[in-house]
T-cell receptor, first 112, second 114 residues
Framework: KQEVTQIPAALSVPEGENLVLNCSFT??????LQWFRQDPGKGLTSLLL?????REQTSGRLNASLDKSSGRSTLYIAASQPGDSATYLC???????????FGQGTTLQVKP | KAGVTQTPRYLIKTRGQQVTLSCSPI?????VSWYQQTPGQGLQFLFE???????NKGNFPGRFSGRQFSNSRSEMNVSTLELGDSALYLC?????????????FGPGTRLTVL
């Protein structure tokens, strides 16, 4: 059974810091891995999608990597800003179940 | 292109009632998936519809049902509401499928059961 874990559950950093959010999954049979951002009480905003054949994707200050063999992904945020404060969720597209399996998220606070 | 829209945004119901939520996908998208999000369980997959057919479903009781129309709009229905059904219900659309394509989420419907 695919399980997705995100560590840490919460993170607080001063503005300007570079930071890394971690996501691990137990089953390497995946189509892809997607990182989302969720603001309180709102829906999910897609940040980056990495296909299983890819190693990383970049968008602006965000860089996501994928190591399928070790079951790990990281989301790197450069030069963090208060506007980056949100919950970040990773989700894997399981090729065994055909479902998107989510981690519990990392809640990020960037202090001015 | 307009994003995924969900109506209503907020609902308050009492135990035993039923509720219908609506989701309109991005134009051209044929797959709609539904998720329940609660503080304790996180995001859990309910079901996926593609071209009016349920293609996959999660581990929820039969009180949770859905359908998709020919224009790809989807509805989900919860009958005999329980307190534990209070949650944010999110729908997502993609061009062809749940897991092999990027998913785009709507703003959600916040359901409160009293």
């Amino acid at each position: 059974k695919q399980e997705v874990t995100q560590i840490p559950a919460a993170l607080s950093v001063p503005e300007g810091e570079n930071l890394v959010l971690n996501c691990s999954f137990t089953d390497s049979a995946i189509y892809n891995l997607q990182w989302f951002r969720q603001d309180p009480g709102k829906g999910l905003t897609s940040l980056l999608l990495i296909q299983s054949s890819q190693r990383e994707q970049t968008s602006g200050r965000l860089n996501a990597s994928l190591d399928k063999s070790s079951g790990r992904s990281t989301l790197y945020i450069a030069a963090s800003q208060p506007g980056d404060s949100a919950t970040y969720l990773c989700a894997v597209g399981s090729s065994n179940t055909g479902k998107l399996i989510f981690g519990q998220g990392t809640t990020l606070q960037v202090k001015p | 292109k307009a994003g995924v829209t969900q109506t209503p945004r907020y609902l308050i119901k009492t135990r035993g009632q039923q509720v219908t939520l609506s989701c309109s996908p991005i134009s051209g998208h044929r797959s709609v998936s539904w998720y329940q999000q609660t503080p304790g369980q996180g995001l859990q997959f309910l079901f996926e519809y593609f071209s009016e057919t349920q293609r996959n479903k999660g581990n929820f009781p039969g009180r949770f049902s859905g359908r998709q129309f020919s224009n790809s709009r989807s509805e989900m229905n919860v009958s005999t509401l329980e307190l534990g059904d209070s949650a944010l219900y999110l729908c997502a659309s993609s061009s062809t499928g749940t897991v092999d394509n990027e998913q785009f989420f709507g703003p959600g419907t916040r359901l409160t059961v009293l």
